[in-house]
């Protein structure tokens, strides 16, 4: 070696005889090398040229020669070759090491950018550098780099870094919040037992709500102390400083007066008087921090798709009231689901508590649901103006401790109390749908607008979801298992003349039979692709927002104006095209008859080419084909008269007239020679797809099929049988979160306990002919391992949520971006613990609630291909975009 001195090592070999002890493949990178010592494996070359791609974005990103970057490895070349134990010779000769280390420094930096989703400079189809890349290959490359022999030093990155930004790659970092201050005492400001000051309030670039409720919650405080007696009881003051939470179902100031005198009711200790002024600001503040991170917890907790910036706004516009903040969410989502004493609504008040710092949530939340069921009688005696004597002080205590069920709470009664304490512009937006409001309820800034649509889509997506789940139980199983199960994830949206179940009913069967796929090609499956079926919700979405904003013509409706009509018209395009209609014509709303808006739809498809304006922006693989047949005479008159929905018996009439007459069959592409280089790059991306949905398809069945069974033996009968699986996720914890295992490898790190499952099944037997499928729904043991054989599987019959339902929640299946419905008791792994958990920054996975929103969003909004794409894919064809579209002209 031509180093004279000892070199430093900081990458090491793993010793052979650790290897040989346990799994030697267990040390070896399954996807990337990074570094000498596993360059140049066979198995790890194709990601070679995606490493030159990294080298070549960075370069030009930065705006240096690629010279630059070259010296600056040379510079270091010698410390860079000395952190590596035993390097082979090889590694000291000629300009191969600097190469290697000048792609594999680059190509790390550029992941880096990839898994904070900063991708704007690569393709949305990139196979690496792209959100969809980095939703399959997370798992892989994070597992890679954290190999002991596959390591970088920190000392090239940090060249890099400094090469990139010369200006802003400083040493010096900005100090540490610090602790509150300490009075003379020696003890921490009043309240620091209920709310961790080293913990920042959540902030996703809210600032300027989060500043203006901070101060709109002190100046609460403020005007509470006003209202109490606290010269004649001063335990009052101390207990407003250590329990006085400005959290609750009355306004703001009520709430702070309540708990406070709760608080104090209880015996709970409180701290010793407040003397000086500096102290009681501090403890303000301090308690002001912790009602606002219950304020956010709560809402963030309870809503889907509600990350927190959207949630301070919301509480904002209600200035710091709780359940003005719920109603104008759901106004904003056209739905009045809230209940005071769901499990949802009981979950989101622990996460609340646990969001403060409380040290005892059960005690608050029960507390919350006590204060609820006498809202009516607290709010009516602290109406009264003026201050409150100790006299009312005393019934208010009294109030407070009377025994009392919480069962009974009326949640209509207590929102009645809310919209008085509106402003009155704003009650008035919340109680009267508008589909011309430019911003919907609330006035947004322009980030916040973004994020609301956002958010909106989400909902919008769980309700086609639902109708998804109908159209799927009305297909004849053999029907949907053998040749259904492809047209519905291809081309089954949810627009057309009738409602939104008959219309994916009716484009899945058209779609079949104008595209047919060869005998020798079908294909019996138990399930519906999931994450197919995914992209289709959100295909639908697109159109049924593109058709909207079509009809509305010049008026030039936008996205959130459009998504929120078809929320008020529970998702049925005619619906809220007449809605529409109607305002822009400044008439009274008045609702269609199902004849009148099948007479409506068929004018206006027609005279806008709406159909076909709706499939190109679905991206359906034949938007003029699906125009035609809507509108042509053989369509209407395979339609029912007076009603706009299929019944079972409609649905086998379609079938019957499309399979013994099938339109003209545009046919099956032609084969080519080659495959495009999307088709080639979508291949290499997922080079064993149909192996793993084949692996993953049978052991969902079998799990369903053991859960089933049980339910059936537990219960006495009947029989079932499965129709079909429409929606899973393998990857749920127990209510200690994941476990670190290798039992998943490659795919996670993590050994996830159970799997979440909907299916569809049918009852057996002479007395269910013509009896729909029930939709079910499973928590199933995914290991039989030792420390699982205490587990068991659970299977509940379960419903599509109606409209104003409220919608249970769970962790799991929210992060894993899949749409699963959930029994409404709340008797699942993930409904509760996990979000407690993130809500007290405790969680193993995330304790951000802005992580599980976009990754969900990010699951959801993908439009390339994805992983059962593989069925419908003849090699030996290809229509340009690979997989998702190969199948089909």
Not at 161 to 175: C, K, L
Not at 415 to 437: K, N
Not at 698 to 721: C, D, I, M, R, T
């Amino acid at each position: 070696m031509p180093q004279e001195s000892k070199p430093r090592h900081s990458i090491y070999r793993v010793p052979e005889y650790i290897k040989n002890m346990t799994n030697p493949n267990a040390y070896r990178p399954q996807v990337v090398s990074l570094g000498p010592f596993h360059h140049g494996d066979p198995a790890l070359l194709t990601m070679e040229k995606h490493k030159c791609r990294a080298v070549a974005s960075l370069v030009k990103r930065s705006g240096k020669p690629l010279q630059e970057f070259i010296a600056a490895v040379e510079e270091i070349k010698v410390q860079l070759q000395d952190a590596y134990e035993n390097l082979e010779d090889k590694w000291y000769q000629g300009t191969r090491f600097v190469e290697m280390m000048l792609k594999d420094g680059c190509f790390l930096l550029e992941m880096a950018r990839v898994f904070d989703r900063r991708v704007d400079d690569y393709e949305p189809d990139d196979p690496v550098f792209s959100e969809h890349g980095n939703l399959y290959l997370i798992h892989y490359i994070g597992s890679d780099v954290v190999l002991m022999e596959n390591q970088l030093p920190l000392l090239l990155l940090q060249k890099f870094m400094r090469t990139v930004y010369p200006d802003d790659f400083q040493a010096n970092r900005n100090p540490p919040n610090p602790n509150p201050p300490i009075s003379r005492r020696g003890r921490r400001p009043m309240a620091s037992k209920r709310v961790g000051p080293d913990q920042p309030v959540p902030d996703a670039g809210g600032g300027g709500d989060k500043s203006v409720l901070k101060r709109c919650i002190i100046g609460f405080y403020t005007r509470a102390i006003e209202r109490l007696p606290v010269e004649e009881k001063p335990a009052l003051l101390a207990a407003i400083l250590d329990g006085g939470l400005c959290f609750g179902p009355l306004d703001p100031v009520s709430n702070i007066v309540a708990n406070a005198i709760w608080h104090l009711s209880t015996g709970e200790d409180s701290s010793e008087h407040v003397e000086e002024e500096v102290e009681m600001r501090q403890c303000l503040k301090t308690m002001a921090r912790g009602s606002l991170k219950a304020l956010v917890g709560f809402m963030t907790s309870y809503f889907r798709y509600l990350p927190t910036m959207e949630a301070m706004h919301f509480l904002r516009a209600a200035e710091g009231d709780l359940l003005a903040a719920v109603h104008l969410v759901e106004a904003e989502r056209c739905t009045s689901a809230f209940d005071i004493g769901s499990c949802t609504t009981k979950t989101a008040l622990r996460c609340a508590a646990g969001a403060s710092g409380h040290p005892d949530p059960d005690r608050l939340a029960t507390a919350m649901l006590s204060l609820s069921s006498k809202a009516h009688k607290i709010a009516h005696l602290l109406s009264r103006k003026g201050r409150l004597t100790c006299s009312d002080v005393d019934h208010l205590s009294y109030l407070l401790l009377e025994e009392g069920t919480n069962d009974q709470i009326c949640t209509q009664q207590l929102m009645a109390l809310v919209p008085p304490r509106l402003p009155p512009e704003l009650a008035d937006a919340a109680a009267t749908f508008s589909p011309l409001a430019p911003q919907g309820v609330t006035v947004k800034d322009e980030r916040t607008l973004e994020r609301c649509t956002k958010s909106l889509q989400c909902v919008l997506v769980d309700k086609i979801h639902g109708f998804y789940l109908e159209a799927l139980a009305l297909l004849p199983q053999h029907l949907l298992r053998g040749r259904y199960h492809r047209s519905v994830v291809m081309a089954g949206h949810c627009y057309g003349p009738l409602d939104p179940v008959s219309n994916i009913i009716l484009n899945t069967i058209w779609y079949d039979a104008a595209f047919p796929v060869p005998k020798e090609q079908h294909l019996d499956l138990d399930m519906i692709g999931r994450w197919a079926l995914v992209r289709a919700e959100r295909y639908s979405v697109a159109g049924l927002v593109a058709g909207l904003i079509a009809f509305a013509g010049d008026y030039n409706l936008s996205e959130l104006q459009a998504i929120r009509c078809l929320l008020y018209a529970n998702g049925d395009f005619a619906t809220a095209m007449s809605v529409l209609q109607q305002a822009l014509l400044n008439q009274e709303r008045t609702m269609l008859s199902d004849s009148e808006l099948c007479r409506f739809m068929d004018v206006m498809a027609k005279r806008l080419q709406l159909y076909s304006v709706m499939a190109i922006a679905a991206q359906h693989p034949s938007a003029d084909g699906l125009q035609e047949f809507l509108i042509s005479e053989r369509t209407r008159a395979m339609l029912p008269m007076e009603y706009r929905r299929f019944s079972r018996e409609d649905v086998h009439s379609v079938i019957e007239s499309l399979l013994h007459e099938p339109p003209p069959s545009l046919g099956m592409p032609r084969e080519l020679v080659r495959l495009s280089l999307a088709a080639e790059r979508t291949i290499d991306q997922f080079p064993d797809a149909t192996n793993r949905f084949w692996a993953d398809m049978s052991s969902f069945h079998s799990k369903a099929k053991a859960a089933l069974e049980s339910y059936v033996l537990e219960n006495g009968g009947p029989q079932y049988v499965i129709h079909v699986i429409c929606g899973a996720n393998e990857s749920v914890a127990d209510r200690n979160g994941p476990e670190l295992s290798r039992i998943n490898w490659p795919r996670s790190r993590n050994k996830f306990h159970y799997s979440h499952i909907n299916f569809l099944a049918s009852p057996t037997g002479p007395s269910a002919v013509g009896v729909l499928p029930t939709l079910f729904f499973a928590e199933c043991v995914n290991h039989n391992e030792e420390s699982d054989r205490a587990r068991k599987n659970n299977c509940y019959p379960v419903v599509v949520p109606p409209t104003n339902a409220e919608k249970v929640r769970c962790f799991y299946c929210e992060y894993k971006g899949i749409n699963i419905i959930h029994p409404a008791d709340g008797n699942y792994h993930g409904c509760d613990t996990d979000f407690e958990k993130m809500a007290r920054r405790k969680h193993v996975l995330t304790n951000s609630i802005e992580s599980v929103f976009n990754n969900g969003l990010l699951v959801s909004n993908f439009r390339g291909a994805v992983q059962e794409d593989f069925f419908y894919f003849d090699h030996a064809r290809d229509h340009a975009k690979g997989p998702s579209s190969c199948s089909d002209g």
